[in-house]
């Protein structure tokens, strides 16, 4: 017994390892000529993507920030709630992954933020939300629309704390680029609520905003001094800067605007992403 124990130890030692890999899913280098910095792209297929080829059928895309996290928590979330009676529509999935060699704090820090508040520092670098835009839209759109069956008249933009915020300056900057935007617990805060001062500016020069926007956000992403529970924000109160930005966009009444939002119980800042992506994707793909 004992030689038999050992040979089995020895065999399963030697057995080859191999890495957990998402089924139907793949990986894209894209070399960005803008940003002078090379990324990749996650991508997932749906499961009737190589059985409609024939077809030639198309599927609309949900372009995902923070991919790294996001993009298999949305898999996971899709196949559940799909396997389990509710349908949602097909889409193809498009993770945007932090810069190569990049830590994703710093990559996410450079490229989700609108202005720069760290005054050029070469090592905490922000501010280039606006050249991380012009990446998406001429070389990440570009790339999926040659490379997959790509419906691209059908946009959708989702994104979570900065991602948010990057999505928030996409809204008011080219609003059109998607055609929902589904934005969790949006930065609101960041560089004295500067994303005010763009909501401004837009309305001042714009008589309408294409586009459907859906925003949420966890309870406990409030601030509330005379509570103890330590899941509350200490600074920065995001719900009231969600409602007061909803607001200030519904006075607009700008025609081919839709927005609504959603707060989130018993969720804070950390835990809140799983809720409000599922309700997102109801909202852009459960049956109508």
Known sequence: ?????????????AAPVRPYALEGTEVQSIPSKILHRDYEIFVSLPASYATSAASKKHYPVLFITD??????????????????????????????SYAKGDDPVKSRN????????????????????????????KEVFPFVAANYRADMS???????????????????TEPQMFNQYVLGSPSLWYDKGVMFDMERSYAASHKDMP????????????????????????EFDMVKDMHT???????????????????IQDEDHLT????????????????K
Not at 6 to 11: E, H, I, P, T, W
Not at 69 to 92: C, N, Q
Not at 162 to 172: A, P
């Open 1 to 13: 017994m004992i030689v038999l124990a050992l040979a089995c130890s020895v065999a399963q030692a």
């Open 67 to 96: 991919a790294n996290y996001a993009f298999p928590l949305i898999r996971s979330i899709d196949r559940r709630v799909s396997d389990h009676g509710t349908k949602l529509e097909e889409y193809i999935l498009v993770g945007l």
């Open 110 to 137: 450079r490229d989700y933020t609108p202005t720069d508040t760290t005054k050029n520092k070469v090592n905490q670098p922000t501010g280039q939300a606006e050249q991380y835009r012009q990446f998406i839209e």
């Open 154 to 172: 059908r946009k959708i933009f989702s994104g979570h704390s900065y991602g948010s915020l990057l999505g928030l300056h996409v809204l008011l």
């Open 211 to 234: 586009a459907q926007v859906f925003m949420l956000v966890g309870a406990f992403e409030a601030v509330n001094p005379n509570d103890p529970n330590p899941r509350y924000n200490k």
């Open 245 to 263: 930005f909803e607001a200030r966009l519904k006075s607009r009444h700008y025609p081919n605007l839709s927005i609504h939002s959603e707060v």
């Open 272 to 287: 809140v992403f799983p809720s409000l992506i599922t309700r997102g994707l109801f909202w852009s793909f459960a049956s």
